[in-house]
């Protein structure tokens, strides 16, 4: 199937500035494209991954990649409607361009005919004077086209800086620069960069006399309408330290029935067939969560890796009896319990059902008697029935942990600290 087929069955495109013209000049030859990422935080985020991803299918598909961190437009930022942005300071946005060139290695390869380039748009801009943006790159936009921009208008009334009302000459230029330089023709992104990249399109086109071609992919929301890629501690992120594998996979292990198939073709490599098929499961047996489970696993594996991916299952399992505690490593057990929700006891003895009400899993200790008299107490996946019996330091996992649950689904974890 060709690459542009696929992309429509997976609804990847939003906007296009002529698809046929795309078609044919992917079927002429190796076509050079390139994709940007701004460093305004440390790590990406999974809001990230549909452009991530996509650039993967492309290079899949033989096309070749350019990964564009911007080190000069980090430092400025893309306007947003709400307020002007933070401008970091440029060591910083320095450094997490480095953390951001290796976060995204793993999905591409830097090897082959169609081999992988990262690049960063410090290297063109820091050389530019301003007399030099000015005249090469300012006298090609017309102002009434900059201020028909939605966030501008937006920011009008309360106002936006000169400083962030150029950031679409930046972007525009990355895209002339990577023509120039390295023969790029294609551009893509979010729908929300569309008159970013347009502009640098007709830029191309005002400047070098050429036709070059964009796509835009579009943002990815939840059925709700609320905010993909956001959980109650906040954004889910890349970087294994700020996000743990374990929180990664229950993400999109806890994709609604609703979002699930949408996302599978979004963010899975899986064929059309297997994904219908896992839509079809999802339709008739939804409680299996077949399409969830194939969701997190893939692309766990795909940023962390399979081992740490077969402990994070493993994790999973384990917390409700379905598995060996005593086998978990102890980042992922930790990791687990925070997500499940632990808390850190200092005392040198606790009851279970002390165990039970602080972590939780019951609102009293009377509610904890009474569960463990109806045989529904695990400590460690382990029934008591005694809820006075203090808990024993050798049994705590590692010395400190403890998976309390109530029943078949209430669980929750306490660090016992004395």
């Known amino acids: 199937m060709h690459i542009l087929d696929d992309f429509a069955w997976r609804g990847l495109i939003q906007e296009s500035t002529d698809l046929d013209a795309l078609r044919e000049h992917i079927d002429a030859g190796q076509v050079t494209f390139y994709v940007g990422f701004d460093p305004t935080a440390v790590s990406l985020h999974v809001g990230h991954l549909m452009q991530v991803l996509t650039a993967r299918r492309l290079q899949r598909a033989g096309l070749r990649p350019l990964l564009l961190v911007g080190g000069a437009t980090g430092q400025i930022g893309d306007p947003k409607e709400t307020g002007e942005r933070v401008m970091n300071p440029p060591e910083v946005v320095a450094g997490w361009v480095e953390k951001i060139r290796a976060q995204l290695a793993p999905f591409v390869t830097y090897d082959g005919d169609n081999a992988a380039v990262a690049v960063n748009n410090l290297d063109w801009t820091s050389e530019l004077s301003v007399v030099d943006f000015l005249r090469d790159v300012g006298k090609h936009f017309p102002v009434s086209r900059m201020l028909a921009r939605e966030v501008v208008k937006a920011r009008l009334e309360s106002g936006i800086s000169f400083t962030e009302f150029a950031y679409q000459l930046l972007q525009s230029n990355d895209f002339y620069e990577l023509y120039r330089r390295h023969g790029c023709t294609l551009q893509f992104g979010g729908s929300d960069q569309w008159g970013n990249i347009t502009a640098g399109v007709d830029y191309i086109r005002r400047r070098a006399g050429e036709s070059v071609h964009a796509l835009a992919t579009p943002l990815v929301t939840k059925a709700d309408g609320t905010k993909f890629g956001k959980t109650e501690g906040g954004a889910v992120w890349l970087d294994a330290e700020l996000t743990s594998p374990y929180a990664f996979y229950q993400f999109w292990f806890n994709s609604p029935d609703a979002d699930v ?158």
């Not at 399992?317 to 490593?329: N, T, Y």
């Open 261 to 418: 198939v949408r996302y599978l073709k979004f963010f899975s490599s899986r064929s059309h067939e297997e994904i219908e098929e896992l839509a079809k499961a999802t339709e008739e047996k939804p409680a299996a969560r077949l399409a969830q489970k194939a969701l997190a696993e893939e692309l766990t594996t795909l940023l962390h890796g399979a081992e740490e991916t077969e402990h994070v299952i493993a994790a999973s399992q384990a917390l409700f009896g379905r598995g060996e505690l005593a086998e978990l490593p102890e980042p992922t057990l930790r990791a687990a319990l925070v997500e499940a929700g632990m808390v850190e006891i200092h005392k040198p003895e606790v009851t279970v059902a002390e165990a039970m009400k602080e972590s939780g899993v019951v609102a009293s200790l009377g509610e904890a008697r009474r569960a463990a008299k109806e045989g529904g107490a695990y400590v460690n996946n382990v029934r008591v029935t005694d809820p006075g019996a203090a808990l024993d330091p050798a049994d705590l996992l590692y010395g400190r942990y403890a998976v309390i649950r109530r029943g078949k689904k209430t669980v929750a974890g306490i660090d016992v600290l004395t």
